[in-house]
């Protein structure tokens, strides 16, 4: 009798559910300084796609473990780690352009506040 370990379904389980999946960064459909400030930079969010074609369909039982380690996992980790980075980098820059350039930022209201009090002096 075939004895399957329960580790090993949950890991093919996975793989099958995350199989060809991929993590893309896209500009936001909300710009919340947009209305308040021009600015050069967009915020950017997380999303995911699915590869539809790509799988481990074919590939014979010797290379179906390196086929589901290759789609299952290090496709979506390395897309979500990549992708992840980039948003997170352009999401921190625009906040940046939002504080140095707008007239609502901290550095601008900091300079404003520091010319009131060389003025009254």
Known sequence: MLSIQPKLIAIM???????????????????HYSANCKMFTKKLMLTTIRADGVGCAGHGQAN???????????????????SGGIVLTT?????????????????????EKLKNTFNKS
């Open 64 to 82: 179906a473990e390196a086929c589901l380690l290759i789609y299952g996992i290090i496709v979506p980790a390395g897309s979500f780690v990549i």
């Open 91 to 111: 999401n921190t820059l625009h906040w940046l352009e939002y504080q140095g350039s707008c007239d609502d930022g901290v550095i601008l209201k900091s300079v």
């Open 13 to 31: 389980l996975l793989a099958v559910f995350v199989s060809s999946c991929a993590f893309v960064p896209e500009v936001s459909s909300t710009q």
